[in-house]
């Protein structure tokens, strides 16, 4: 090993023993009693340091590779392929992706020191405030937290879009789906999704965000200050408790922490799995999540939940997921049993106007595919889109318009200009309308 040796400190703390044994200060059963080993495995270093010195303390395959090591070629070779496709990635995501993509069984960890020998990764420190974890629930379907997560995900692009991500308190389980923006639209369908599969929950824990609690819910009573809850409910909240499930508000993104992390895992994972598919549209990105990434998520992230019974709830006989996850807006009939809805103007047949009256409230429901019924007392009303209406003529006759007419010449105000109201008298002309006429001709 030439005239240079590299010893450990048990190695040291073995030399110093063994010198005294070797200056007969000390026995070797001492020896062996202080270093912590057999008589007879203090016999053999004795042995092998008078013969070899400090060499023989040296373990042997110090300096040489594992007999069971990777190869430098296959090294090279996985170092070259993480520059080219898996730049940025974390060792665990990059082994999993090695295994699937190219072939290569890796451990995590033999990757996390390649990759820091080499420069290529460095861990990042994060320090956050101290906080206690709330325990999770008993129940899958107990409680499912709701949030959008807005990011850049597809590489390359500025434009943002939100990722609707729904996750199951006691076990993690998640379902989601990528649209332009957080929604009611996009809430709608992933609850719909969710409901389909597993059954109704028992509640759902949000945000603050206008979507999901109305801003009037919220205001204080002006004699104290607690927090008032009335009626106002928005599209997704009547939604819910329709379905009967449990709304309940988050006033801080740590209280809802499970989907808030679970964020964090989209963002990382699938940003990367989009970019190595090559996908760069919404569709095609919703097609990556339904064909098996959330499933693979699932299957490596889900916990099982401290209790085997379901929170989750049928719907009942009669209920449809189309008519209570969608739009409900109030409109007022008019005389010509016409309601105006987003500049459109339904028509009200004829076979209703037994039941429906003028000046009656109509619930107009606008559906996911778009599709808008209109409904009067649990009753479901025909009707037909018609045309702008006219606007209404003017009934007032020619001599009604040259009228007013000269008294807008001769300055006369209405019944309620201020000068007729303080000083009626002010005009004397208003009774001489046949000369001014004649006046006004010639």
Partial sequence: MGDRLIMSKKERERKSMLDLVKIRQLTQV???????????????????????????????????????????????AILKLYE???????????????????GYSLHAETLRLWLKEAGLWQEKRKRREHRIRRARRVKFGELLQLDGSIHCWFEGKAEKQCLMNLVDDATGKTMALLDSGETTDAAFRLLKGWIKLHGIPMSIYVDLKSLYISPKSLRKA????????????????????????????????????????????????????LTLKGVTTLE??????????????????????????????????????????CWRYTRVIQNDWVIRFENVYYQIQKVHSRYVKPKQAVTVKRYLNGKITLWNKGRKLKYQIIEE??????????????????????????????????????????????????GSAQ
Wanted: some cysteine; overall charge neutral; hydrophobic content about 30%.
């Fill in 389 to 438: 209406r006219l606007e209404k003529e003017d009934k007032a006759s020619k001599d009604v318009y040259e009228i007013s007419e000269v008294r807008r010449m001769c300055g006369a105000s209405n019944k309620r200009s201020p000068w007729r109201q303080y000083n009626p008298g002010w005009l004397k002309r208003t009774q001489d309308y046949p000369e001014s006429i004649e």
């Fill in 222 to 273: 002006e004699e104290d200050d607690d927090l008032v809850e009335p009626e106002w409910l928005t599209q997704f909240s009547g939604a819910c408790k329709e379905l009967g499930i449990e709304v309940i508000k988050a006033y801080s993104p740590q209280a809802k922490g499970r989907v808030e992390r679970s964020h964090g895992v989209y963002q990382d994972r699938f940003v990367k799995e």
């Fill in 284 to 325: 095609g990105a919703n097609k990556v999540l339904q064909g098996g990434f959330i499933d693979k998520l699932n299957k490596k992230f889900m916990k099982a939940p401290e209790s085997e019974a379901d929170g989750h709830i049928g719907l009942r006989d009669g209920q449809d997921l189309d008519e209570l996850l």
């Fill in 30 to 76: 001492e020896a062996s009693r202080r270093l912590g080993l057999s008589y007879r495995q203090t016999k053999r270093i004795y042995r092998s340091y008078v013969a070899y010195g400090d060499e023989g303390l040296v373990h042997k395959g110090r300096g040489k590779a594992s007999p069971r090591a990777y190869s430098k070629e296959m090294k090279e």
């Fill in 84 to 102: 080219q496709k898996y730049l940025g990635f974390g060792p665990t995501l990059a082994s999993e992706k090695l295994e699937e993509e190219d």
